[in-house]
Antibody
């Protein structure tokens, strides 16, 4: 059974940093591109970052470029999202998602990040 | 970026009824490889999104045949027949043809 379990969220002040983790199981993590997608409260889905299966390429949404860094450790089956210079508009539920040939086929349960003073 | 527009924003249905949700993209979703990477997702209350349909009309593993997708180019439709209580939630279309991936604004399916 495929499982993606995020952690690391919380309440932080504007300008601070946070690092999210997503532990994967039930599939060959090192063979798949992985993504982070977020959802602001009562809003829709916003893709924010992609990392290739071998970390050779990384892509970011303009809204987070230069502030967020996606990375992975295939030996630990873990995906990361390091978030710096956090703003109130970064407040959202953050999901890691596996991308197969079918689309975003598996999503984690999400981790909440709240940026507020 | 490709803009995905879903209509309607909300929909009321009786159990056992049928509904259709429309999704329109600002650009053709036909990839250079000939595939059309248009997917449909359902987010049930308090849960993360789940994949229902991929590449326009293919049901993901374990998805009921009450769900069907159709369309081409820039216009796509999700149909749900014989609606059940477990079908309620917010439906999103999403495209993976062009980067960045983008999603529609969502259609909330509620009971009449």
């Amino acid at each position: 059974e495929v499982q993606l379990v995020e952690s690391g969220g919380g309440l932080v002040q504007p300008g601070s940093s946070l690092k999210l983790s997503c532990v994967a199981s039930g599939f060959t993590f090192s063979s798949y591109n992985m993504h982070w997608i977020r959802q602001a409260p009562k809003k829709g889905l916003e893709w924010i970052a992609l990392i290739y299966y071998d970390s050779s390429n990384k892509y970011y949404a303009d809204s987070v470029k230069g502030r967020f860094t996606i990375s992975r450790d295939n030996s630990k089956n873990t995906l990361y999202l390091e978030m710096n210079s956090l703003r109130s508009e970064d407040t959202a539920m953050y999901y890691c998602a596996k991308f197969g040939t079918t689309g975003f086929d598996y999503w984690g349960q999400g981790v909440m990040v709240t940026v507020s003073s | 970026d490709v803009v995905m527009t879903q209509t309607p924003v909300s929909l009321s249905v009786s159990l056992g009824g049928q509904v259709s949700i429309s999704c329109r993209s600002s650009q053709s979703l036909v990839h250079n490889n000939g595939n059309t990477y248009l997917s449909w997702y359902l987010q049930k209350p308090g849960q993360s999104p789940q994949l229902l349909i991929y590449k326009v009309s293919n049901r993901f593993s374990g998805i009921s045949d009450r769900f069907s997708g159709s369309g081409s180019g820039t216009d796509f439709t999700l149909k749900i027949s014989r609606v059940e209580p477990d079908d309620l939630g917010v439906y999103y279309c999403g495209q993976g043809t062009q980067y960045p991936p983008t999603f529609g604004g969502g259609t909330k399916l509620e009971l009449k």
